[in-house]
């Protein structure tokens, strides 16, 4: 269970109504110390606001992490729409509605907050979102926009997936290594593929069977979403929405390592040091899925062509392999040593120091 803290450690918190939706909008600002906080726009059902709230001030502190930690001179925030309990995707004149509302409650934030795409939303959203503010990130390139982050978050997470292999095996050749990928969205269907080309021995799992030709397409295993965790891999990768790796399930992994683009994978902060106590190396979350702001903040804001983005990209791999060479170091959970170094670079900000 979550303890709740004495005062408030986010800059600021907006919940409104929106006036053409009717739904509540939450918008987290959690730090704006490097620059002007940056995260995308979740849209999904909740068993209430309250929930959307708490899922907002969880996702808006780990931006502000991945940002430091990905060398962006920005913050971390968040917003969310709230639907209720089993809630359809809104379409249409209301999807419409619903952005433009979000739009809105981005601007009245005056720059302190830039919006992106997030689970439940995409580029052409954003476009929605941009015709009420300019603090929107990954329009579609017709709108002038760097598009579908997607693709980045998968190259990232495989820059990542081949670190954590050459921390834990020596090379970075995942070739006959055993990698389980819970998800096949845009992410982890491009993740998968990737991995299949360079000749990893997939496992893989959705709770959407449809998606089950993907896995027959590139010759990988398919298992129920529930066995991937507890099946023997040499490497597990969780690419669907976060909070799967409870206590129990901790208890229960039969793997060398975990790494994986899904936000906020740990259901609660003890569960790093369940881990690192059984040797299960846990690449922390907030790294491996950055490739996504570093490519929107290279193409969008600092103009520069694609194959500068991918470098930048790459880069992710580099980063973590530092944080495990910091916790293997002082024998900590690479949480600790992760968070350790994003502290000591937004507290730097505060001290004049420039962020690269
Ligand atoms: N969903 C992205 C993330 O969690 C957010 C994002 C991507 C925001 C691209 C802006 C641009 O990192």
Excluded at 88 to 114: K, N, S
Excluded at 214 to 241: I, M, N, Y
Aim: aromatic share 2%.
């Amino acid at each position: 269970a979550m303890v709740e803290a004495a005062a408030l450690e986010h800059e600021r918190v907006v919940v409104t109504r929106g006036r053409r939706s009717g739904r509540t909008v939450v918008v987290a600002v959690h730090s704006t110390a490097l620059g002007p906080a940056l995260g995308g726009c979740r849209v999904r059902p909740y068993a209430g606001w309250r929930a959307g709230v708490a899922d907002a001030l969880r996702l808006s502190q780990a931006m502000t992490w991945k940002a430091a930690l990905a060398g962006l001179a920005r913050g971390g925030g968040k917003a969310v729409v709230v639907l209720p309990p089993g809630a359809a995707a809104p379409a249409g004149a209301d999807r419409e509605a619903l952005m433009l509302d979000v739009g809105d409650a981005v601007a009245d934030l005056r720059g302190a907050y830039w919006t992106g795409p997030d689970v439940g939303t995409g580029p052409a959203d954003m476009d929605v979102v941009g015709r009420r503010t300019d603090h929107v990130f990954c329009r579609t390139s017709a709108a002038g926009g760097s598009g579908d982050s997607g693709p980045a978050t998968a190259d990232g997470t495989v820059a990542a997936v081949r670190a954590l292999a050459a921390h834990l095996f020596g090379t970075d050749d995942v070739a006959g290594l055993r990698i389980g990928v819970l998800g096949l969205g845009s992410v982890g269907g491009r993740l998968v593929r990737t991995l299949a080309a360079a000749g990893a021995d997939l496992v893989v799992a959705d709770a959407d069977p449809g998606r089950r030709v993907l896995a027959g397409e590139v010759g990988a295993r398919w298992v129920a979403p529930d066995l991937l965790p507890v099946t023997d891999l040499d490497l597990l990768v969780p690419a669907a929405v976060g909070g799967l790796l409870t206590p129990e399930l901790a208890g229960r992994l039969r793997c060398a390592g975990v790494v994986g683009p899904a936000n906020n994978q740990l259901a609660g902060e003890e569960v790093a040091t369940t881990l690192h106590r059984r040797g299960v190396v846990w690449a922390p979350d907030y790294v491996v899925s950055a490739g996504g702001i570093v490519r929107a903040v290279a193409r969008e804001l600092d103009a520069q062509p694609e194959s500068v983005a991918a470098e930048r990209v790459a880069g992710i791999g580099t980063t973590l392999a530092a944080v495990l060479r910091d916790a293997a170091a002082a024998d900590v959970p690479p949480h600790q040593a992760a968070l350790t170094r994003a502290r000591a670079i937004v507290a730097g900000a505060g001290a004049g120091a420039g962020a690269g």
